[in-house]
């Protein structure tokens, strides 16, 4: 008894020692320790659902009632098809093939990296027998697939694995991606491999002539860097050394074509790209705006409590003609603990983040968990990544290490993101970040402003009183942040955390308030909700006198701006067709009008 409390102690002291930082600068953590494992369904991942039983070492012995192949038995791409076939003497509805990233280590060490059921395959339950063709992603590590068998209650056992399938090449360079950083004339571009070795970005005016190069920055993140299970625990797979580097000295509007690799390891192919272009009230942009996305198997083979509606958006995102910029507000992956997850994300969204910068915040579900900085503390949702797997996929030109917000121009409209899993109350260090910032727009040179966030300020939902709740965070961040959108004069702000579609009237104190007489300005901000990318719709919407349009239809925002007409429409990801547009104008002297309006004695007054 001494000795199991004591191993316990020691758990819990290795786990507050091992609370490491997203660098080399220190994350304060309070002296309480969160418990180590989530409560029940609080990690929102359908690989949490699995719990297998090992009576014994699967990969040495066997007990014969069945058998399981696969074929090809090496992946050369990412993703891949594979066919899966199988024998069963006693099949049963919930039997599952299950992909174990193993490379050396035993299958009692890790977790599966994605599951599909047996029972898709029409002969399984009839004739014990059955094959499935199975999309699996390169993790950089040799895999085999085994046959779960079920024993109720969730519960399965190892009846049969695989031979192994080799990675034919796990220093590929995967997961390209390109973000803007805070400098003019620049773009970092992000991407994968099994190992460090000395990784740079080439790039040129002309396909295969690149007459510049820029080495990487490398990091990886460890167990030990974590917070909690399943994160760093069997969730975990190694996530590869994650590079990054910048391509500078850009022309605005120009093309180039890149190459990011090593000369031992091997380059990707080649891409090409058009360089952001300058800001100012003469230019356009194009957009494309999603929020609560995650990611799915690809068919025919898939998991059922994935996020098939996910593969919707990103394959017509994709679609999307000219695109100057993709922004992802909040809960990205829906890893959530799952390392693997990571990876199918990044294959998923495919060429278009290769091409467009694509600007991310977090969400609760890549970064809450109890007493490790984020201001709820009541939160399991990042399945115990605590924001460290985010921040080292996707670097954002932040402040520092969990400080996930920021600001970038482009065209004719200032973004500034904020995160709502962090302290964004007057006197915070977010919220003076807000302020300075929103305080040095030249509204001149970008006459729009957008707020983004992933969780929104104005919801028509049943109210409900929950520490976090998504009403009670809506409340606050109006008593909170509504006075800073006023003060200077935003006009919209964008949000996701719901998974529904919301636009309102321009608000202010949950009142509508109008536009301009003269220029047809909104007179405070129009908020939209679109947590609708991929993830489940929810229910519980209700009318309100500051909504306009409110629905659970799954969907992206698409966007188009020039100095004086911003342009939105809700697209259905399923067919393209529209769900809903509104356009907000601001011609010339609209911010005088704007002004006139509220220091004419109306009902409403302004003051942070």
Same mark, same amino acid.
């Given at each position: 008894?001494?000795?199991?409390?004591?191993?316990?102690?020691?758990?819990?002291?290795?786990?507050?020692?091992?609370?490491?930082?997203?660098?080399?600068?220190?994350?304060?953590?309070?002296?309480?320790?969160?418990?180590?494992?989530?409560?029940?369904?609080?990690?929102?991942?359908?690989?949490?659902?699995?719990?297998?039983?090992?009576?014994?070492?699967?990969?040495?012995?066997?007990?014969?009632?069945?058998?399981?192949?696969?074929?090809?038995?090496?992946?050369?791409?990412?993703?891949?098809?594979?066919?899966?076939?199988?024998?069963?003497?006693?099949?049963?509805?919930?039997?599952?093939?299950?992909?174990?990233?193993?490379?050396?280590?035993?299958?009692?060490?890790?977790?599966?990296?994605?599951?599909?059921?047996?029972?898709?395959?029409?002969?399984?339950?009839?004739?014990?027998?059955?094959?499935?063709?199975?999309?699996?992603?390169?993790?950089?590590?040799?895999?085999?697939?085994?046959?779960?068998?079920?024993?109720?209650?969730?519960?399965?056992?190892?009846?049969?694995?695989?031979?192994?399938?080799?990675?034919?090449?796990?220093?590929?360079?995967?997961?390209?991606?390109?973000?803007?950083?805070?400098?003019?004339?620049?773009?970092?571009?992000?991407?994968?491999?099994?190992?460090?070795?000395?990784?740079?970005?080439?790039?040129?005016?002309?396909?295969?002539?690149?007459?510049?190069?820029?080495?990487?920055?490398?990091?990886?993140?460890?167990?030990?860097?974590?917070?909690?299970?399943?994160?760093?625990?069997?969730?975990?797979?190694?996530?590869?050394?994650?590079?990054?580097?910048?391509?500078?000295?850009?022309?605005?509007?120009?093309?180039?074509?890149?190459?990011?690799?090593?000369?031992?390891?091997?380059?990707?192919?080649?891409?090409?790209?058009?360089?952001?272009?300058?800001?100012?009230?003469?230019?356009?942009?194009?957009?494309?705006?999603?929020?609560?996305?995650?990611?799915?198997?690809?068919?025919?083979?898939?998991?059922?409590?994935?996020?098939?509606?996910?593969?919707?958006?990103?394959?017509?995102?994709?679609?999307?003609?000219?695109?100057?910029?993709?922004?992802?507000?909040?809960?990205?992956?829906?890893?959530?603990?799952?390392?693997?997850?990571?990876?199918?994300?990044?294959?998923?969204?495919?060429?278009?983040?290769?091409?467009?910068?694509?600007?991310?915040?977090?969400?609760?579900?890549?970064?809450?968990?109890?007493?490790?900085?984020?201001?709820?503390?009541?939160?399991?949702?990042?399945?115990?990544?605590?924001?460290?797997?985010?921040?080292?996929?996707?670097?954002?030109?932040?402040?520092?290490?969990?400080?996930?917000?920021?600001?970038?121009?482009?065209?004719?409209?200032?973004?500034?993101?904020?995160?709502?899993?962090?302290?964004?109350?007057?006197?915070?260090?977010?919220?003076?970040?807000?302020?300075?910032?929103?305080?040095?727009?030249?509204?001149?040179?970008?006459?729009?402003?957008?707020?983004?966030?992933?969780?929104? $300020?104005?919801?028509?939902?049943?109210?409900?009183?929950?520490?976090?709740?998504?009403?009670?965070?809506?409340?606050?961040?109006?008593?909170?942040?509504?006075?800073?959108?006023?003060?200077?004069?935003?006009? $919209?702000?964008?949000?996701?955390?719901?998974?529904?579609?919301?636009?309102?009237?321009?608000?202010?104190?949950?009142?509508?308030?109008?536009?301009?007489?003269?220029?047809?300005?909104?007179?405070?901000?129009?908020?939209?909700?679109?947590?609708?990318?991929?993830?489940?719709?929810?229910?519980?919407?209700?009318?309100?006198?500051?909504?306009?349009?409110?629905?659970?239809?799954?969907?992206?925002?698409?966007?188009?701006?020039?100095?004086?007409?911003?342009?939105?429409? $809700?697209?259905?990801?399923?067919?393209?067709?529209?769900?809903?547009?509104?356009?907000?104008?601001?011609?010339?002297?609209?911010?005088?009008?704007?002004?006139?309006?509220?220091?004419?004695?109306?009902?409403?007054?302004?003051?942070?």
């Amino acid at each position: 008894m001494a000795k199991t409390a004591a191993a316990v102690l020691c758990a819990l002291l290795c786990q507050l020692i091992h609370a490491l930082p997203l660098d080399s600068t220190p994350r304060v953590v309070p002296e309480r320790i969160p418990p180590n494992t989530p409560p029940e369904n609080d990690v929102d991942n359908p690989l949490s659902d699995i719990n297998v039983v090992f009576q014994q070492n699967p990969v040495v012995e066997s007990n014969h009632e069945a058998v399981i192949e696969v074929s090809p038995k090496v992946l050369t791409g990412s993703p891949q098809l594979f066919d899966v076939s199988w024998t069963m003497r006693e099949p049963h509805e919930d039997d599952l093939l299950a992909v174990y990233v193993t490379g050396e280590r035993d299958l009692m060490e890790v977790h599966p990296v994605q599951y599909t059921k047996a029972s898709q395959s029409a002969t399984h339950l009839t004739a014990g027998t059955g094959s499935l063709k199975m999309s699996i992603v390169n993790h950089r590590a040799d895999f085999r697939i085994a046959y779960l068998a079920s024993i109720g209650d969730r519960s399965h056992y190892v009846a049969a694995v695989s031979d192994v399938v080799r990675v034919q090449n796990p220093e590929q360079p995967l997961r390209i991606h390109v973000a803007l950083t805070d400098k003019k004339g620049e773009m970092s571009v992000q991407w994968s491999t099994k190992s460090r070795g000395n990784p740079v970005v080439r790039w040129g005016v002309r396909s295969g002539e690149y007459e510049h190069q820029a080495p990487a920055e490398s990091v990886t993140y460890t167990r030990e860097e974590l917070c909690g299970h399943p994160a760093k625990g069997r969730g975990y797979i190694n996530p590869g050394m994650l590079h990054k580097a910048a391509m500078t000295d850009l022309e605005p509007g120009r093309t180039y074509y890149y190459i990011v690799g090593d000369e031992v390891f091997g380059f990707s192919d080649e891409i090409s790209f058009k360089a952001p272009g300058e800001a100012g009230p003469e230019k356009s942009l194009k957009m494309a705006m999603v929020a609560d996305m995650g990611q799915s198997m690809e068919p025919p083979a898939s998991d059922p409590h994935d996020c098939p509606n996910s593969l919707l958006t990103s394959s017509r995102i994709n679609q999307e003609k000219e695109l100057d910029l993709i922004l992802h507000i909040g809960d990205v992956s829906y890893a959530q603990g799952y390392a693997g997850d990571w990876d199918r994300f990044f294959d998923q969204w495919g060429e278009a983040v290769t091409k467009v910068p694509y600007m991310t915040s977090p969400g609760n579900h890549e970064r809450d968990w109890p007493y490790t900085g984020d201001r709820y503390d009541n939160s399991y949702n990042s399945g115990g990544e605590c924001g460290v797997a985010y921040e080292r996929h996707l670097k954002m030109p932040q402040p520092g290490p969990d400080k996930p917000w920021y600001s970038f121009e482009m065209g004719p409209v200032h973004f500034l993101t904020f995160s709502g899993e962090h302290d964004f109350l007057p006197g915070s260090e977010q919220y003076q970040f807000m302020d300075e910032d929103l305080s040095a727009v030249d509204r001149s040179a970008t006459p729009w402003v957008v707020v983004a966030g992933h969780r929104p $300020m104005y919801l028509s939902i049943t109210p409900y009183h929950r520490r976090g709740g998504y009403y009670t965070v809506s409340i606050e961040l109006q008593q909170h942040m509504e006075p800073l959108l006023m003060k200077h004069k935003v006009d $919209m702000m964008w949000g996701g955390h719901h998974h529904s579609y919301h636009r309102t009237c321009p608000v202010y104190k949950q009142k509508c308030v109008g536009v301009t007489e003269n220029s047809g300005t909104a007179l405070a901000p129009v908020h939209f909700v679109f947590g609708t990318a991929g993830r489940h719709l929810y229910g519980g919407l209700v009318e309100s006198p500051f909504e306009k349009v409110g629905f659970s239809k799954f969907g992206y925002m698409r966007a188009e701006a020039t100095g004086s007409t911003f342009k939105l429409e $809700m697209v259905d990801n399923t067919d393209g067709s529209l769900m809903d547009s509104h356009t907000l104008v601001k011609p010339p002297g609209w911010e005088s009008d704007w002004e006139d309006f509220w220091t004419s004695g109306q009902e409403h007054t302004i003051s942070v």
